[in-house]
Every structure is written in C-alpha cells, then in structure tokens.
C-alpha cells in the first residue's frame, strides 16, 4: 500500500490551505528563526507546517531585529538590504554605468572639458600657442603687432579662460563626489547582504548537520537493538 501526499496542508501560522511544496515542516526551520517565530505564534507545533509565504516575512522581521541589535537604528539602505534578502533579487549593480546613462549633454561636456584642462597635452599645447603668441607680437609683427608688448589682449584671454575653467572644473569634481558616494552605498548594501546571507547560511548547515547526527544516531541504536535481538534468538 502506497502513502499518499495530502493535497493540502494546513499552514499552522495563517491557518490557510496550501500545497505541500510551498511551505516546510517546522521542525525543520532552523532553531533562531524558529524561537523567533514561536514569540508570536501561540499554537506552535514542531510537527506542523509553515507556509514559504509565512516564513519568508518571520525571515524578513528576524534578520530586522537581529540587525537593530547589533547596529541600533536601521538607515534606509539597511531597509533596501532586508527588502532585497525577502525578494531574492541581486543588489550589485553597475554603478558607474547607471550614472553614465543619467548624465545631461552639458555635463558629459564639462566632464571632457575637465579631463583635457587637466592633462598633459593641454599644458604643452597651451604652452606653445603662448609661445607662438609672444614671439608673433614681440618679433615679427614687432611694428605691426594686434597685441604688441605687454600682451594685454593676451591676458585679458588668458583670466577669462581662467574664470570659465575654475567652475567646469567644480562641476566635474562635484559629479565624481556623488558617482563614489553611490559607489561606497552599493558597496555598503552588498556587503551587508553577503554577511547576511553567509550567516544565513551557517545556520542552515549547522541545523542539517546536527540533524544529520541525530538521524544517524537514532539508526545506529536501532541497529544495535535488532543486533541484540538477533543475539538472544540465536542463543534461544
Ligand atoms: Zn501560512
């Protein structure tokens, strides 16, 4: 005679029909969530069985309270982390790529501006159009100079080339501040979700092994019984 499977079981903690697979036996659970989730449910039956749905939510409040235990208050990213850890979905992200994709014309401008005011080939370049400047008035044009000495025109170029640098320059750094925060925040969320999860983890083996050693114990003494058994057979 075959045992079958009940269609649906009863989860004992939202007291709704459900389908075997979608839920566990509570004996199962591992014992921290499990002594959690006996605080709030009154008719607890380590036979009984408990809806994914159910334990999903009693992992989320868990990991919650385990959380504001070690680091006090939760800041949003925290939240973001333990909402993440009940949707089973993957926190790291592409930063920099997703920042890339936000920026305007006129950003992406100033960010290049930035890049080439900042570089070699800029002093070098604007070094020779200096030098090429000065010797074009001081030398050849010497009589006929548009900027002749003391190269005025020159310095009225060179301050408002200035004045315009200095805040591109600032808008730049400005966007680079706000690209490593978001970086150091998804840093921060990621490792907060692997610790999580590797403790998670732990836990989970710890309980099957000790399970594990339960199991075979029970086995192992119920092979000594039926040894002894066929000991005293033989003698009898
Ligand atoms: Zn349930």
């Known amino acids: 005679m075959t045992k079958t499977a ?11 029909p459900k389908s075997p697979h979608d839920g566990m036996i509570a004996e199962l659970i591992r014992p921290s969530l499990a002594e959690f989730i006996k605080k709030s449910v009154s008719e607890w039956d380590d036979k009984g ?3 994914l749905d159910d334990l999903g939510e009693f992992r989320k409040d868990y990991v919650k309270e385990v959380l504001q235990d070690e680091i006090g ?13 009940h949707e089973h979905e993957i926190l790291s992200s592409n930063i920099s790529k997703q920042f890339e994709t936000k920026l ?10 930035a890049s080439f005011g900042g570089s070699w080939r800029f002093i070098i370049f604007f070094g020779a159009v200096l030098f090429g400047w000065i010797i074009l008035n001081g030398i050849f044009l010497l009589n006929r100079a548009f900027d002749p000495y003391p190269f005025i025109l020159l310095n009225l170029i060179l301050s408002t080339l200035a004045a315009i640098q200095a805040p591109i320059i600032m808008m730049s750094q400005n966007r680079a501040e706000s690209r490593d925060r978001l970086r150091a925040e998804n840093d921060y969320k990621v490792n907060l979700k692997a610790e ?20 075979l114990f029970e086995i192992q003494q119920i092979q000594i019984e039926l040894l002894e058994e066929i000991g005293r ?3 009898g």
Do not use: M, W
């Open 6 to 16: 009940p269609a649906t079981v009863i989860c004992q903690v939202c007291k709704k």
């Open 196 to 215: 999580l999860e590797i403790r998670h983890l732990h836990e989970k083996i710890d309980h099957l092994l000790r399970k594990q050693y339960n199991r």
């Open 233 to 235: 057979q033989r003698k």
């Open 104 to 113: 305007t014309f006129g950003e992406r401008l100033s960010d290049r501006i």
């Open 49 to 51: 069985f408990v809806c």
């Open 73 to 85: 208050e939760l800041s949003t990213l925290d939240n973001e982390v333990i909402e993440s850890l």
